[in-house]
T-cell receptor, first 112, second 117 residues
Framework: GQQVMQIPQYQHVQEGEDFTTYCNSS?????IQWYKQRPGGHPVFLIQ?????EVKKQKRLTFQFGEAKKNSSLHITATQTTDVGTYFC????????????FGPGTRLSVLP | DVKVTQSSRYLVKRTGEKVFLECVQD?????MFWYRQDPGLGLRLIYF???????EKGDIPEGYSVSREKKERFSLILESASTNQTSMYLC????????????????FGPGTRLTVL
């Protein structure tokens, strides 16, 4: 079955440092979504990428979808304490019907 | 705004009890999902539903069943709770069935932290 992996599992950074999490799928994806879960909260949708090689930005966050549509990355520039949380990618295959697989997440800690 | 609510934030049950977790969404979404979230394992799909009275198994359906009698409500049932079902349970809904559109976005409820003693 489809598998979605994320690295690293944990990341501790000093405030102001950059952070990147990587998402890799065992199969080609039709699209990929990113979610953020604050400590004690529930996952909240951040963005969806659909096109091969697509890059989208949200303020300090940059999302990228690989050319082969099997991997993605989320990069945060100059982290802030408000960035703390777990970042999940979720891959959707091109088969009809919901085949929505979440990665295990990367937990980000930002030290002030 | 989409609102997904779950019946309890915290629940403590005993081994062997029957447990009902309720989820309600108010945006007329077609699709609803139940996940469990465990440290290091992320979100794992238990069951999902495309429509009323319709259900599909996810990755870890064993020990669970679901019910969707009304479009807005999706219930997760643990017929006989066991200690390995202690977890955070998250319900989600989405408008479309994953066809690569923006309406695939999943909206999550606040979660129910279930402890089985």
């Amino acid at each position: 079955g489809q598998q979605v992996m994320q690295i690293p599992q944990y990341q501790h950074v000093q405030e102001g440092e950059d952070f990147t999490t990587y998402c890799n799928s065992s199969t080609t994806l039709s699209n990929i979504q990113w979610y953020k879960q604050r400590p004690g909260g529930h996952p909240v949708f951040l963005i969806q990428l659909v096109k091969s090689g697509e890059v989208k930005k949200q303020k300090r966050l940059t999302f990228q979808f690989g050319e082969a549509k099997k991997n993605s990355s989320l990069h945060i520039t100059a982290t802030q304490t408000t960035d703390v949380g777990t970042y999940f990618c979720a891959g959707i295959t091109s088969n009809y019907g919901q085949n929505f697989v979440f990665g295990p997440g990367t937990r980000l800690s930002v030290l002030p | 705004d989409v609102k997904v609510t779950q019946s309890s934030r915290y629940l403590v049950k005993r081994t062997g009890e029957k447990v009902f977790l309720e989820c309600v969404q108010d945006m007329d979404h077609e699709n609803m999902f139940w996940y469990r979230q465990d440290p290091g394992l992320g979100l794992r799909l238990i069951y999902f539903s495309y429509d009323v009275k319709m259900k599909e198994k996810g990755d870890i359906p064993e020990g669970y069943s679901v019910s969707r009698e009304k479009k807005e409500r999706f219930s997760l049932i643990l017929e006989s709770a066991s200690t390995n079902q202690t977890s955070m349970y998250l319900c989600a809904s989405s408008l479309s069935p994953g066809l690569g559109t923006s309406t695939d976005t999943q909206y999550f409820g606040p979660g129910t932290r279930l402890t089985v003693l």
